[in-house]
């Protein structure tokens, strides 16, 4: 219940900030660069060592590779929304059914996994956490402050896209409920290649001008701090094989 508590919360959060701070790109890109560097750290740190010491691990880059690819071919839906692209195109052409449906499948796949996390402080859990309040701000930016729509207009469609990306991580934990404890490194794989994707493409984004962003080197190496720290702290199951 607590797990399912901090996902919605993390989005109704980030939504809360984007309504109100939407305007403040800045925020908004330095918020996805702490999360980014937080990401890629839990995926290599967490995410890659369950799925690579797990049984028959000898195929599941193959899952990797393909969540790589599924991320990919959700931003096409979504047109890189996941690392703040969305004001680089026109707002109408993100579409909010195709806006919706490629979250929910992102969030609904990385709630998988879940299922049989059983620790509050799991760093793959706020792995999740971080990575939802930079996207729900964006999304809250986008819903709530769009040009040339009234706010009653607008409202109702809004929240039920709100809606459905703060429950699809739950749903997707829910249903991993289901699956063969066997099949949890083949979603944690496809769950590394997504957030490898979407974290490295935050991180090695060309700076202005290719020059130093100490900010931005700053912020991955705060993001990256705070995962390492989780790491140390939370518990470790032994090595587990099914």
Not at 11 to 28: D, I, S, Y
Not at 158 to 181: C, E, H, Q, R
Not at 211 to 216: E, F, G, H, R, S
Request: glycine residues 8%.
């Amino acid at each position: 219940m607590t797990t399912v508590l901090l996902l919605i919360l993390s989005v109704v959060t980030g939504v809360f900030l984007g309504k109100h701070f939407g305007k403040k790109e800045k925020l908004a890109k330095n918020l996805l660069i702490l999360s980014a560097g937080f990401l890629i750290t839990i995926c290599l740190n967490e995410v890659f060592p369950q799925v690579y010491t797990s049984a028959g691990s000898n195929n599941l880059g193959i899952f990797v590779i393909g969540g790589v690819l599924l991320q990919m071919i959700l931003e096409a839906l979504t047109k890189g929304f996941e690392h703040g692209h969305f004001h680089h195109h026109s707002e109408h052409n993100i579409l909010p059914a195709a806006l919706m449906v490629g979250l929910f499948i992102h969030a609904f796949i990385e709630g998988i996994p879940l299922a049989n996390e059983t620790h509050e402080m799991s760093p793959y859990l706020w792995g999740i956490v971080f990575h939802n309040l930079p996207i729900s701000f964006i999304l809250g930016a986008f819903l709530f402050n769009r040009k040339g729509e009234s706010k009653s207009s607008s409202s109702y469609p809004s929240i039920l896209i709100v809606a459905l990306f703060a429950l699809a991580s739950p749903m997707g934990m829910l249903l991993g409920n289901y699956f063969n404890p066997d099949l949890q490194p083949y979603f944690l794989a496809i769950v590394g290649g997504i957030f490898l994707h979407i974290s490295s493409v935050i991180i090695f984004e060309s700076n202005k001008n290719h020059n130093i962003d100490w900010v931005k080197i700053g912020l991955v190496v705060l993001g990256v701090s705070l995962a390492l720290m989780m790491h140390v702290f939370h518990q470790h199951p032994a090595a587990h094989s099914h």
